[in-house]
T-cell receptor
Framework: KQEVTQIPAALSVPEGENLVLNCSFT??????LQWFRQDPGKGLTSLLL?????REQTSGRLNASLDKSSGRSTLYIAASQPGDSATYLC?????????????FGQGTILTVHP | GAGVSQTPSNKVTEKGKYVELRCDPI?????LYWYRQSLGQGPEFLIY????????DSGLPNDRFFAVRPEGSVSTLKIQRTERGDSAVYLC???????????FGEGSWLTVV
């Protein structure tokens, strides 16, 4: 059974810092990996999707990397802003016959203070 | 529509009652997913549809939960004989096809009292 773990559970940083969120998964037979952001009381917003054959994806100040063999992904946020405050969720798409199914980590709660 | 739409946004029901939650996916998306999220947890998979058929329903917790997508677009999640433990946010999502980027709705907040 796939298990996804996110470290740290919570992170508080001053504005302007670069930061790294970590995600690990136990079964490397994944189809791809997706990072989401969730604001309080809201649904999930997709940030980046990395295919299993890719090493990284970039969108603006965000960069996500994937090391499938070691079961790890990181989300790098450059020059953090208070508006980045949210819960960040990592999710892996199952491989095999159920490749539409996402398994989520518990999330990292990020607070960026001015 | 522009995004995934879910109704109702909030539902309070009494224990033992029947509840229906509706999801309208992004137009043209063939894959539709239901997840459940409890406070402080990541979403948990319930079921996903490819077209009209349930491709994987392994996440449904028991036979009180059922979902349909009769015309391959709108889906309804049905919960019979609700229990207090069913209280959670029920999230619907869709994607162009399985394995592509998944887009979530705002969720339906269910409270069973």
């Amino acid at each position: 059974k796939q298990e996804v773990t996110q470290i740290p559970a919570a992170l508080s940083v001053p504005e302007g810092e670069n930061l790294v969120l970590n995600c690990s998964f136990t079964d490397s037979a994944i189809y791809n990996l997706q990072w989401f952001r969730q604001d309080p009381g809201k649904g999930l917003t997709s940030l980046l999707l990395i295919q299993s054959s890719q090493r990284e994806q970039t969108s603006g100040r965000l960069n996500a990397s994937l090391d499938k063999s070691s079961g790890r992904s990181t989300l790098y946020i450059a020059a953090s802003q208070p508006g980045d405050s949210a819960t960040y969720l990592c999710a892996v798409h199952a491989g095999g016959t159920s490749y539409g199914k996402l398994t989520f980590g518990q999330g990292t709660i990020l607070t960026v203070h001015p | 529509g522009a995004g995934v739409s879910q109704t109702p946004s909030n539902k309070v029901t009494e224990k033992g009652k029947y509840v229906e939650l509706r999801c309208d996916p992004i137009s043209g998306h063939t894959a539709l997913y239901w997840y459940r999220q409890s406070l402080g947890q990541g979403p948990e998979f319930l079921i996903y549809f490819q077209g009209t058929g349930a491709a994987d329903d392994s996440g449904l917790p028991n036979d009180r939960f059922f979902a349909v997508r009769p015309e391959g677009s709108v889906s309804t999640l049905k919960i019979q004989r609700t229990e207090r433990g069913d209280s959670a946010v029920y999230l619907c999502a869709s994607s162009l096809s399985p394995g592509n980027t998944i887009y979530f709705g705002e969720g339906s907040w269910l409270t069973v009292v």
